[in-house]
């Protein structure tokens, strides 16, 4: 509510009352008035320390709730602009439902832009990332390329982009939008940790330790087939074979699994004889 009585000339089209000395009172406040961001502000702030917040005293825009687990919900805002972070992801949730339901806001997503300023990334890819096939217009194929080029390159001392990389890399002949803000986005990450990457140090642990990671049914828009040769007919009619019997039970989960891919179609058994195999 208004503080100050305010006052509006008649708006036109009033003919009963034209050329008096008649004003409009403003009972509430009204978009476009001086007062207006202070009304908005201090039923904005009632809302908030309503539910369990605490302004801070050296910036009034910014709230904390702090749970007895010692979990975070830190909400600020700036005219009607507002972000929030924190470890309490349960909080946050119940906060965007009652700011929806107080001001009828509009999620915008994760922090890109804020005030002319853009967020670098935290990460070089964004976590459990699927690319659809059907997403996307075609970009510029040779430009992607050589980005992609430099990156791997890249990728030879900075580890911690190894995995989104080979990801986009998967994709270099038909890139799309999708694919190519992907690339952008390990660049503005690599931007933000230019500190980060290998370094070997002087010790005596002469331990080789080795790392790898795989990725089952990860790209959602590519299907794999692969061809098994194999110079035991037997074996191949096996696998073939829908019905186990007594003298198949022996045989280890590998065989089970070729059968599924059999089935699926994803893989075909070949039969090569024992002379055109080549052994090493």
């Not at 008035?33 to 702030?45: D, I, M």
């Not at 801070?56 to 007895?68: A, E, G, N, P, R």
């Not at 002319?116 to 890819?125: L, Q, R, Y």
């Amino acid at each position: 509510m208004l503080e100050e009585e305010v006052y509006m000339k008649l708006p036109p089209g009033l003919k009963s009352v034209e050329r008096s000395n008649k004003v409009c009172k403003f009972n509430r406040s009204l978009y476009g008035l001086k007062q207006s961001p202070r009304v908005w502000f201090e039923r904005f702030t009632k809302v908030i320390l309503k539910n369990g917040y605490k302004q801070s005293l050296t910036d009034h825009t910014l709230f904390i709730k702090v749970t007895s687990t010692n979990k975070k919900a830190i909400l600020i805002v700036y005219v009607d602009d507002i972000i929030l972070t924190g470890d309490d992801e349960e909080e946050i949730s119940n906060l965007k439902k009652l700011l929806n339901r107080e001001f009828k806001i509009k999620d915008l997503g994760k922090l890109r832009y804020f005030l002319g300023m853009e967020v670098p990334a935290d990460t070089p890819m964004e976590a459990n990332l699927r690319f659809n096939k059907e997403d996307g217009s075609l970009v510029d194929r040779e430009k992607f390329q050589r980005l992609v080029g430099k990156l791997i390159y890249l990728s030879l001392t900075r580890p911690d982009i190894d995995f989104p990389v080979n990801v986009i890399s998967q994709h270099m002949t038909n890139p799309n939008e999708e694919h190519i803000a992907v690339a952008n986005r390990i660049l503005k990450y690599l931007k933000r940790t230019p500190g980060h990457g290998l370094m070997f140090k002087k010790t005596q642990d002469r331990t080789v330790k080795i790392f790898t990671d795989s990725s089952w049914a990860g790209d959602l828009t590519e299907e794999y087939h692969f061809e098994v040769l194999c110079d035991n007919q037997s074996a191949i009619l096996i696998a073939k074979n829908p019905v186990q019997h007594d003298r198949t039970k022996h045989v280890e989960i590998d065989r089970h699994f070729i059968v599924d891919q059999v089935n699926k179609r994803t893989a075909t058994l070949s039969y090569i004889p024992t002379n055109c195999r080549h052994s090493h």
